[in-house]
């Protein structure tokens, strides 16, 4: 039987090693976090994901996946271990080098290493592959490197780990072929050949043409606020065109993805990544752009504000690097007072009192959408006119269908024309 160890049991190693495990692999997964270790080998999980809980126990159960805080022999390692980024918005590798130098220790001739962490461009060749190399090991011969990021959605990651293409690029054609051999036990789509170097930069690219595509949906937002513009309505109509595919607007780009990546790239190559600094820098700019299009609307900063959503985006409970988090923030700094009802987040996550729809919209001079929850698709319009102050319905995301004529309701399509009414009406 194959043996495999996976460095780092998070949202993307446990369900591999489990996947592996569950498809005639015996795996060994290894984490430094000693109590997912010990949950592990009880047959529990310490994350969240569809179907991960009874995958798991039925791996250990019947032997075929332990984890230990250890790296041990195997035939092939996989490295899945966070490469956050830096407050200086570079990546930081300590992970993915002590990971590697665990992987080194225990290393033998005809090993195949493959690193699915997501990498600054160069990283294979610049950074793993030397460590190899000091302990003498010829890369490419001896033993096998290879880049194969993964490309998987939260709540779909068991689905999609199967059926989803790949890409495995290896540091030579050898190597490839090696990490194909695999991921061919149990991935359906297409395994797509190619080189370390390109398979960073396509997953980088991925994620960045999304974060770019979304920066230029909210610069129109901004230039149809100054013009009187629709610009929802822009973008339905140029997206009629057979080859347009503009993104929404929102109030910012949060996750652990599209919020990153784009740095990793910039990181290597300043001068040339003007376009992708942009579009950090605009999406960035969001919640300030929303905490400002409130203060046109609700000009008393000691007034109440009702915020609905935390995460970063709809139906998870995520608030990695979410704007809604920032928008929060800042909120509370211009002085108004804030209720916060997100279905998805407890208290112990934020740090900050969650209270119920209605005693969030209690008072309310502004209930300010963030997040396109299906709870938030209808609000309870009666709670509205029944509780707040005004009802004034602020949809960020265009996700509430409103019903009731006396429900103010602004989204980013209508920002310039209501707003001039709302001068009026103060
Ligand atoms: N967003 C917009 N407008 C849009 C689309 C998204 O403002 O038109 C915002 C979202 O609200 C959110 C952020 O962008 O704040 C990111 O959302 P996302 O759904 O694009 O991405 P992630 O970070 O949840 O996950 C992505 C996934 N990519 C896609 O959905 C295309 C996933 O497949 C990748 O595996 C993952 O990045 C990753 O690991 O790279």
Known sequence: MNKLCVVGLGYIGLPTAAMFANHGWQVLGVDVNQKAVDMINKGQIHIEEVGLGEMVAKAVKNGSLKASEKVEEADSFIIAVPTPHTDDNTANLKYLIQATNSVLEKVQKGNVVIVESTIPPRTINDVVAPLFEAANWKVGEDIYLAHCPERVLPGRILIELVENNRIVGGINQASTEKAVE???TFVKGELLRTSALSAEMSKLMENTYRDVNIALANELVKISEKLGIEALEVIELANQHPRVNLHLPGP????HCLAVDPYFIIEKAPEESQLIANARIINNSMPGFVVDQVGKRVKDRSSKIAVLGLTYKGNIDDVRESPAMEI???LLEEGYTLGVNDPHIGQEQVGFKISSFTDAVEDAECILVLTDHNEFKKLDEEVILAKAKRPLVFDTRNCVRI?????????FGNLKEKAAIDITIN
Request: aromatic content about 10%; charged content about 25%; overall charge negative.
């Open 182 to 184: 695999v991921y061919s």
């Open 252 to 255: 910012g780009v949060g996750g």
């Open 328 to 330: 929060v923030e800042k």
């Open 403 to 411: 019903s009731n004529e006396k429900i103010e309701y602004v989204n």
